[in-house]
């Protein structure tokens, strides 16, 4: 069973008879021995139990206060501030014919002998929907289904976009993996094919300065025959044979595809017998040897 709430008895305050009093309604919010912290309207404020008179406790609202005019000015407070606007000639006769009778009009709401108006204030509440607010409702929630399906087909369409580019990526750093991992890479290199003779090897040289070696391999049968005539790197395009400063270089005799003791492709002409000589003399003289007995000791050697 609930306890009652004990009441209390009223304050006092101690003042001369002559003391001119003003009345309030206000809010207990804190008390201590010594004053109360009340609220009213849009004043919070201390008074001094000494000087006031009211019946009343903590949380109480609506209690109506005794304080002098002196106090009031000083804190704001003016006389009936806080009580409950009085009721018009019109309001009356509403609220004598027709006590239940309310309307949505603010302060029209009939206040009883034994109730307090207080304020005007918005709260929120839980409130059953009508059938044309379910109908709002339910249209709002199909809008928002066909935007969430829209934008669920943009982003499958962007996530496969993206996925191939991520692919595309992936593929590339493997093979760059792959090239730093073996330390070699398969490159097109625009070169010059030598025939050595010298060695029975196939050469690729870059076509370019400064023309490094690329390839070597031994030649086959086929390649092995001499040909008629021996061809020298042609010069680049945009520099005539003219303007060429090694074209008239000899080339060694060790040079990939010339052979210095072959008459033919060096173009000199036989030399003219003019009757032995130390050759003939001394049969230890160093005789040159044809380039086709070379050709074919250096296939024995094979």
């Not at 590339?172 to 050595?196: H, M, P, Q, Y």
């Not at 005539?240 to 074209?247: G, K, M």
């Amino acid at each position: 069973m609930a306890r009652r709430k004990k009441e209390q008895a009223p304050v006092q305050a101690d003042l001369p008879e002559n003391t001119v009093f003003i009345t309030i309604t206000a809010d207990i919010l804190q008390e201590t021995d010594a004053a109360i912290l009340i609220r009213c309207g849009e004043v919070e404020d201390w008074l001094p139990l000494s000087q006031i008179e009211f019946t009343g406790t903590k949380g109480d609202t609506g209690v109506v206060i005794n304080l002098p005019e002196w106090l009031g000015d000083e804190k704001g407070l003016t006389d009936g501030m806080g009580a409950a606007p009085a009721p018009t000639d019109a309001e009356q006769a509403d609220a004598s014919g027709d006590d239940d009778a309310a309307t949505d009009e603010p302060g029209a709401s009939a206040v009883a002998n034994d109730q307090n108006w207080l304020r005007q204030e918005t709260i929120t509440v839980t409130q059953e929907l009508t059938q044309a607010e379910k109908a709002e409702y339910a249209d709002e929630m199909a809008r928002l289904d066909d935007e969430i399906e829209e934008l669920e087909t943009e982003r499958d369409r962007v996530s496969k976009a993206l996925k191939k580019q991520i692919d595309a990526k992936e593929d590339e750093r493997r093979a760059l993996s792959k090239v730093v991992r073996e330390g070699t890479e398969t490159r097109e290199i625009f070169c010059d094919l030598v025939a050595d003779y010298n060695t029975c090897e196939m050469v690729w040289t870059d076509a370019h300065p400064p023309h490094e070696e690329v390839r070597r391999r031994k030649m086959t049968a086929e390649e092995r025959q001499l040909p008629l005539t021996m061809n020298t790197r042609p010069a680049p395009a945009d520099q005539s044979a003219d303007d060429d400063p090694d074209s008239d270089e000899e080339l060694p005799d060790d040079a990939p595809g010339f052979d210095a003791h072959d008459d033919e492709a060096t173009g000199d002409d036989a030399p003219v017998n003019d009757g032995p000589d130390d050759s003939d003399i001394d049969p230890d003289y160093p005789h040159p040897v044809p380039p086709m007995a070379a050709h074919a000791e250096a296939e024995a050697v094979q």
